[in-house]
């Protein structure tokens, strides 16, 4: 088993479905409400875990009850907590609204503490960053120390990945310290200006990728699937349908985790999209994100 270290943000979903969003000033009555664990680099870490790697969650929480809800989850799933909590500042939160209709979602985060996660913490997490088989993070916390997170894990051998989300203008030098970097169509189009709606302009994108430095671009493209480059191949892998769509909200994490996980545990890149890709499918077949990500049976089932 190889071990998945994580930097991310954990964040409380407070997650509403209605027929529509609501106009600006405008109150309507939505259908549904939950409160579950989310947080990018949070439900990836659950998605690695359960998908049978050693994973490992770096980050930073208040001490309430958000925070609570956080360790419960890691500790069902099998994460290993890397955190530090703080009584002055709170654990994040993220609204999200679900259309009814499409299983559709629009986000807004509140980091909270993890935006305050700087360079020193990763300092103090070295020597797990630097023996990690993959390491991985995301953007909801700050550059600077996401950065020097991939720099010690690639002194330290480990494959990185970047998951660009939110969008955000990334350096040419943190780009260069990617394996792969694995955005959506928004993100990929964000970072390169190449629109993606289409396998061919995915192409496009990922060649932009590999201009600015990176050595394996995965695309992801929903319903479509993953276009995978590696600057000399090309692949469009499909996705894996597991049943109906009930909510997309976690399924980017749900294929970055698998994907992480698969790496780890010794399977090449393509195979290991292939796993990502079951393990997103299975989880937009249940509401919920970092509670509907599957485990290793679930997805290795899948994949026969």
């Known amino acids: 088993m190889g071990s998945v270290v994580i ?10 479905r209605a027929d529509r969003p609501p106009k600006m000033g405008e109150t309507i009555l939505g259908n549904s409400f939950a409160l ?34 956080a360790l419960a989850i890691w500790k069902d799933a099998g994460v290993h907590p890397a955190v530090t909590q703080h009584d002055d500042q709170y654990t994040g939160a993220a609204y999200i609204f679900i259309e009814e209709a499409t299983g559709n979602n629009a986000i807004i985060i509140c980091p909270g503490v993890a935006a305050t996660i700087s360079p020193a913490d990763i300092d103090a997490r070295a020597d797990l960053i630097g023996n990690a088989s993959v390491f991985v993070t995301q953007l909801e916390q700050p550059l600077d120390a996401a950065e020097h997170a991939l720099e010690i894990a690639r002194t330290g051998g480990a494959r990185t990945i970047l998951n660009p989300a939110p969008a955000a203008h990334i350096p040419a030098s943190m780009l260069r310290l990617c394996d792969y970097v694995t955005p959506n169509e928004s993100e990929a189009e964000s970072i390169t200006g190449v629109k993606v709606a289409t396998v061919e302009d995915a192409k496009t994108a990922a060649r932009a990728f590999h201009d600015r430095g990176v050595a394996n671009a995965l695309i992801t493209l929903g319903e479509k699937g993953v276009l995978f480059s ?54 937009v077949t249940r509401p919920g994100t970092a509670p509907s990500m599957p485990d290793l049976a679930e997805i290795t089932s899948l994949l026969r």
């Open 230 to 283: 590696d600057g000399t191949r090309i692949e469009h892998v499909p996705a894996i349908s597991a049943g109906p769509v009930v909510e997309t909200t976690g399924a980017g994490d749900a294929f970055n985790g698998g994907f992480a996980a698969a790496l780890a545990n010794g399977m090449a890149p393509l195979e290991a999209v292939r796993f990502g890709n079951a393990t997103a499918g299975i989880s």
């Open 36 to 69: 579950g664990p989310g947080g990018k680099g949070s439900n990836q870490a659950v998605a690695a875990a359960r998908a049978g790697a050693e994973t490992h969650f770096i980050s930073r929480l208040g001490r309430d009850a958000f925070a609570d809800m």
């Open 7 to 16: 930097l991310g943000v954990f964040v409380a979903d407070t997650a509403y």
